[in-house]
């Protein structure tokens, strides 16, 4: 007869136990989840949406809208991103009730698919309404909301930077930026970006004597990556003079890795497949390699040069100066510098968040001044003989005394705003009399905000004279300027409240200089092609599309040879 074993019964009576238990809190928090889900569908159900006509004849067509990608063209990823912004606004002027309501849904999926299964891409809700967005970001409510997604999927680059950090961590991170964008600092700027463009200009001058095209797109990014590569870290990143784009180290791995988040924003599988042997991730992971190796190596040569600086009690010069030397509190309330990667997570941010988006405002003002009236031009180029000399360069005592130069930069910022704003809502909000469900993601695209027509006359209008009236008798610095506008008027390219952009004074200032530099020395004519689209192309920011220039050399106190 086999004997009573108490312990192994015990044993098996406490596993089955644990294994109950185990069950009834996964099967409690599936249950809790499942509730959550469909109490933001009911929710989701009744907010304004987009009626998207689904399109026959093709697969995946029922997939977007034609307003988004037209009849007749691939329903792909890159042509959705080219065409959301566009097919946003005009899907909001044929329907005016919705325009003034200032929220809608986006549905990824056409409207009885999307309503019908609460997936996760349904819980995206655009807010255009100005009212509406200084709710969402002012300083009171900053607790009811995170960063959006994106943020979340940008992590290998951005890491617990200020631009992704929230709370706490990010308010002593940004107090350490802030420093940074003094003006002491940012006044290097100018003779920075002056010396930069002037790299530009020497390769727009041979293809000039060709008579050829250049695509201004790509070398406005070389040339703001360079700029930043000198003013955040006195170093030179060489994009501009490098062979091909190919050769030039910060600038192809930065494109490697913003084009492979970009992709893994908007594609979910690629961002769930992130870790396994892909080509692309492989491509993905050497890229950062390079770059943080490249940083790094500049980060140790100044941290030795910062020991005997501190001795002598020289300031900061630059960015990097100020992330090694300045110092943030822990939770014991002792204080220390910043860490090599904190240092670091805030560099890519800053490069990260700087370099394109100034590219892209510099990419479509080229744009516009070379498709406008020519009155316009010519008024800018008098201002500037004016102010500075026939053969005169921008300097940072002259930047803040030419407000029709600040008017166009002003009427750029408004109709191509490249950063956009997302958060993620962490508890039920009211808007325009509408529950948004705690998890529902919220963008706020500026530019659907600044060329509503309820806020501006003929919106699609680049007029710079709708702000020279108001630069002229205000006479304060455009940084300024730029602050109060978003407080009394439905503009925010730099986004506002606390999280306004830090790098505002500095991307103004890099792109007066820049533009100074250039239209003193030639006319560009616009040369579109087969890629070319007058909309920005949504990533995480929004970009240009390739925009090809054929520069004309111009004719002292005149127009073009």
Known sequence: MIGFDANAALSRALRLAAACLGSSVVLGILL???????????????????????RQGHVLGALVGEDVIPRGKAVTPENFRRGILRGMRESLRKDDSLRRQGIVAVHYFNERLSRALPVHNMHVLVVHKMEYIREILAAKNQHKFAK????????????????????????QQRRVLDLAFKDRLVNRTVPIMNATTDKLVAKLKAVEATGGTINMTEELLKLTMDGLGHFALSHEFGSLEAATSDDAIFYNAFEVILSTLNTRVFVPPAQATRNLPFAANREFD??????????KKIMTRRALELTQRRKDGVEPRDLLDVMLLGQVTDADGSRRPLTSKEALDNMFSVVFAGHDTTAALLTFAVYLLSTCDQRIVNKLHAELDAELGPDGALSPESMNRLPYLDAIVTEALRLYPSALFTRKVLEDIELGGFVIPEGSELFVWPQLTQRDPDNFDDPDAFIPERWTDRLREDGRPLKIEMALLGREMAYLPFSMGPRNCVGRAFAIAET??????????????????????????????????????????????????
């Open 512 to 561: 007066k200089a820049v533009l100074v530099r250039l239209l003193r020395v030639f006319d560009f004519q616009h040369v579109p092609d087969q890629d070319f689209s007058p909309d920005p192309v949504l990533n995480v920011t929004f970009n240009a599309a390739p925009m090809r220039m054929r520069p004309v050399l111009r004719v002292r106190g005149g127009g073009s040879t």
């Open 32 to 54: 809790r989840n499942l509730l959550r889900m469909r109490r933001r569908a009911l929710l989701w159900n009744k907010l304004p949406g987009l009626a998207h006509v689904a």
């Open 286 to 295: 050497a890229a950062m390699a390079i770059l943080r190796r490249e940083c």
């Open 148 to 171: 959006g997604r994106s943020y979340e999927v940008f992590e290998p680059l951005l890491g617990h930077g200020v631009l992704s950090s929230s709370g706490e961590w990010w308010h």
